[in-house]
């Protein structure tokens, strides 16, 4: 064994990336060790929203009757390929039991605490970094628009709840709406207009995070998949990888929806499931709106970057399917149109897919793995890991040097599992 650092983070993800940035800020010498590239998965091809709004987890009472309906259609935002696997099913009746009102509170509390500090932080990071140009940083907030009117009556319902954390929604339309955002089609019922929120080049800060972090002194060893750890007693003392072998003080898991696959290494259960997530990279449409704009009952969000255009969307349980499935990628455009004037740009620059790290009750595990003193885990964000990047990686950083939590870490225990 060789090559030792204080920490040692599983997962170059944006998770990944932000731990590493604040636990070397707090002193601690860190190497990354990553199975592909860095921010290769779902932290390259997401929409790039900075969304404390989001902070109602899909765990809301009515959404199995939602999620039954949707099954019966081919381009419905969710589907679910029937399995026998025990540990899915499980994790299917698991969210199904928190799919009421008196759980889902906790959860949006604990969402909501994690997104607002996020927010803050970004701010910090990014002028501390000087990157707003570079990673195309834009908080000019975000719309969610509606179709029908009993949509915008939901969002009413939906908003007030997000109220409740001191975040607030004002509700657009005809005029009003048009003159904010142009590039919104004239037949929508309206749209909720949320100003916190933020988006940027997600596969851009990917680049300047990691660019930052080497230049800061953060070994990164990509390449490398984890094939054994090495334990004395309760502690870990190091991992063996495809590129090596290395040694640590303490270990942070961050590797989003594969977590679940090294539950067995570290004696544990992590109930995570790979969401499958799609989008689609466009040049900018003339009529580009300047707002991420979420089409509420499509389920998919439109975000404008300064050098691009993306669409993204849809749930798909059906493990680590490896197959990119056009028609998902179909049904994103087709809601496109239904909300905005010129849908996508000219040029498709990608079409992507990745897998969103998934917990039941819509709440991230960050913080002690239990069967380990040196061991920590900062996975399950579910579609929020981008929003979530900084406040978790300033969490564990202070969870494992032992500062005051910035926020209260229980809510995001892995023991309430």
Not at 224 to 248: R, W
Request: proline content about 6%.
């Amino acid at each position: 064994m060789s090559e030792h650092t204080d920490v040692l983070i599983i997962g170059g993800g944006v998770i990944g990336l932000s731990s590493a940035y604040y636990l070397n800020r707090a002193g601690c010498s860190v190497r990354i060790v990553e199975q592909n590239t860095i921010g290769s998965g779902a932290s390259h091809g997401n929409c790039g929203m900075v969304c404390p709004s989001h902070a109602p987890p899909l765990t809301q009472p009515g959404v199995i009757a939602t999620g039954l309906k949707w099954m019966l259609k081919p381009d419905a935002p969710l589907f679910i390929r029937p399995t026998l696997n025990l540990r899915t099913i499980s994790w299917l009746l698991h969210f199904a039991a928190r799919c009421d009102a008196d759980r889902m509170r906790p959860a949006m509390a604990a969402r909501a605490n994690i997104l607002r500090s996020s927010r803050v932080a970004y701010d910090a990071f990014i002028e501390a970094e000087d990157l707003a140009s570079a990673i195309e940083w834009s908080p000019v907030g975000a719309l969610f628009i509606c179709r029908e009117a009993a949509t915008m009556d939901y969002c009413a319902q939906y908003f007030g709840l997000v109220a409740e954390f001191d975040m607030n929604a004002v509700p657009l339309a005809g005029a009003e709406l048009a003159a904010k955002e142009p590039a919104v089609r004239d037949d929508v019922a309206g749209a909720w207009y949320f100003d916190l929120d933020a988006h940027l080049r997600p596969d851009r800060l990917m680049r300047e995070w990691h660019r930052v972090n080497l230049e800061r002194g953060v070994i990164v060893s990509e390449n490398s998949v984890v094939s054994a750890i090495h334990e004395d007693g309760d502690k870990i003392t190091g991992v063996s990888t495809s590129s090596g072998s290395y040694t640590a003080d303490s270990v942070v898991v961050a590797t989003g929806a594969w977590s679940s696959k090294l539950a067995g290494m570290f004696h544990t259960q992590i109930p995570i499931e790979p969401g499958k997530g799609y989008s689609i990279t466009t040049s900018c449409p003339q009529l580009s709106p300047v707002h991420p704009c979420a089409f509420q009952e499509r389920r998919c969000i439109a975000t404008p970057f300064q050098s691009g255009y993306r669409l993204g969307g849809t749930m798909e349980f059906s493990g680590f399917d490896p197959r990119l499935r056009q028609n998902r990628i179909n049904a994103i455009r087709r809601a496109a149109s239904e909300y905005l004037k010129e849908p996508e740009g000219d040029t498709v620059e990608e079409m992507w897919y990745g897998w969103r790290p998934m917990t039941y009750d819509g709440v991230p595990i960050i913080g002690p793995l239990p069967k380990h003193k040196n061991a920590y885990i900062a996975a399950g964000h579910n579609m929020l890991g981008l929003s979530m990047a900084t406040g978790t990686g300033k969490l564990i950083s202070e969870l494992l040097t032992g500062a005051e939590p910035h926020i209260d870490p229980r809510p995001y225990s892995a023991d309430r599992f």
